[in-house]
DNA sequence: TTTTGAGTTGTTCGA
DNA sequence: GTCGAACAACTCAAA
């Protein structure tokens, strides 16, 4: 047997189970020496947000729980990561390190070099799939080109042959002789000194076991009505999984399995409804890998090209406006409040509010990404980039320009009540439900008896309806003729050529 | 190469 | 309140 330790560097994939980088090393016998390095700017554009942040910080004191139950330990490190797997190989006489991909285009990059740096050295590297169904190698059109429309990417996935079974987190590990020095996870910084995340901590729990429970309770209680509530924000109708996701505290083959079981209980129609829809976000998730992994460039540009000419315009008062959720528009102000005070939104109303964002105040996408990306627990490249892009109409499978969201209606029909809208804008709590989703159309009386002033204890909506929807029709206009534009201005300049 | 069919999540208008 | 039609049109994927 060899004795030479194996190391298991942890990225995203902060869990025992279905672990293949895990659970592969420890089936080589020899000790198995757990590493996560912190290496923030390694990130490329994209370090980690504050919210993002604090998550890690839990997930990884839960590893580390998870880990000491086994006798083990996570031994942390600072980067660059090269650097740190290096000294780490020499100061425990590792002679293997295994990881499980990531497919974020500067982490790929860098992590190429890294295998490249270490198989130089004489050091045994695999890499593993933990957090995809299918890689984004795996999938391709007829012709050969990625997918960039969602409905046959998905047909293709499900025409596979099924996928890989989930692997059980290994009993036991064979500790070093010693363990390597560890920094404490506190030296990493990742809480900030104030402690402004009491909102998020009574809202989630990091961690494995964290996950395990929200997958359990998601399938015991929301599962079999998920098409019919998943997008009532005011119930809990979705999975809540996304920041487990995130972070690898869960990987999609659990759910998959998870939920397929479900399916395969019962011969009832609207379950397997149900099911196949939740199915579906994850294949969305896939979709977004896909999409990253293939067009790199995304994060920040938009995918047709034809939209880098939109005339956006930058409104400071109205960004801050938007981030502060103090638009004027109930349903968006309760998302975005939401957001500040959870990490989290739901679904549906991350459309509404992105859509308000981009169409109503013709703010860049960009911007509405940045944020989500500093205040969401869930905060994923791929995801990210994929939903800001739909939302704007310049991505793949995008909404089409014209489809532009009505917040008001889009609140009456999907939190009809107001519960979720009186949750998180307690200055309309007492407003009747018929008033709560535009109080700037409430009569005066009905307005002072619930205590509600416009443009002072709430805003007035901070632009009108149905003229910020012409004003981004005739926006997207300019996108729209763009094609023409091009031809005539190589006409006219073949004109000026002759 | 060309053609054909189809595409997460909508809104507004008028009856 | 509910219903159907119009909106306006692009691009992908597969045959």
Not at 76 to 100: C, D, K, Q, Y
Not at 185 to 191: E, H, T, Y
Not at 333 to 355: K, P, Y
């Amino acid at each position: 047997m060899d004795a030479k330790p194996t190391i298991v560097w942890f990225r995203n994939d902060f869990r025992l189970e279905d672990n293949r980088a895990l659970s592969q090393a420890v089936l080589r016998g020899a000790p198995v020496i757990p590493v996560y390095i912190y290496a923030p700017n390694e990130e490329g554009d994209w370090p980690l947000g504050a919210a993002s942040r604090w998550w890690l910080h839990h997930s990884l004191a839960a590893l580390d729980d998870d880990l000491r139950r086994r006798k083990s330990r996570l031994v942390i490190r600072r980067g660059p990561a090269l650097e740190a797997l290096r000294s780490l190989i020499t100061e425990t006489g590792a002679v293997a390190a295994f990881w499980n991909r990531r497919y974020e285009p500067a982490i790929s990059i860098r992590d190429r070099r890294i295998q490249q740096g270490l198989e130089s050295a004489g050091v045994l590297v695999q890499t593993f799939n933990s957090s995809l169904l299918f890689e984004p190698d795996e999938l391709r059109t007829g012709r050969g080109s990625p997918f960039q429309v969602f409905t046959p990417f998905w047909k293709t996935c499900l025409s596979k042959p099924s996928t890989e079974p989930v692997v059980d987190a290994p009993r036991q590990f064979v500790s070093p002789l010693s363990w390597p020095a560890s920094l404490p996870l506190d030296s990493l910084g990742l809480c900030s000194r104030i402690d402004w995340a009491s909102g998020i901590r009574a809202t989630w729990l990091p961690g494995e076991a964290g996950a395990a429970q929200a997958l359990v309770s998601f399938c015991l209680n929301h599962l079999l009505s998920y098409e019919a509530t998943r997008d009532k924000p005011a119930s809990v109708g979705t999975s809540r999984l996304s920041p487990f996701l995130h972070f690898g505290e869960i990987g999609p083959r659990q759910v998959w399995q998870r939920v397929n079981a479900v399916r395969a209980r019962t011969e009832d129609k609207s379950i397997w409804h149900s099911a196949d829809a939740h199915l579906r976000q994850l294949g969305w998730r896939e979709f977004a890998h896909h999409l990253l992994y293939h067009f790199p460039h995304t994060p920040l540009e938009p995918l047709r090209p034809r939209f880098k000419h939109f005339p956006w315009s930058s409104d400071a008062g109205a960004l801050k406006a938007w981030q502060q959720g103090l638009t004027g528009y109930p349903i968006v102000d309760a998302g975005m409040r939401e957001l500040w005070t959870t990490g989290w939104m739901h679904n549906r109303v991350r459309m509404i509010a992105a859509s308000f964002l981009v169409k109503h105040l013709l703010i860049p996408w960009q911007e509405g990404a940045r944020w989500f990306w500093d205040t969401l627990v869930d905060a994923d490249l791929a995801n990210n980039t994929l939903g800001w892009q739909w939302v704007a109409g310049c991505g793949a499978d995008a909404a089409p320009y014209f489809r532009i969201f009505n917040p008001t209606l889009q609140s009456t029909r999907f939190d009809s009540e107001g519960k979720y809208i009186k949750r998180w804008v307690p200055e309309l709590a007492n407003l009747p439900s018929r008033w709560v989703h535009d109080p700037s159309g409430a009569p005066p009386l009905t307005l002072s008896a619930a205590g509600v002033k416009l443009g002072e204890n709430y805003p007035a909506p901070i632009v009108a309806h149905s003229f910020a929807r012409q004003r981004a029709l005739a926006a997207y206009q300019i996108v729209r003729k763009e094609k023409e534009y091009r031809l005539a201005f190589a006409q006219s300049s073949l004109q000026i050529d002759s």
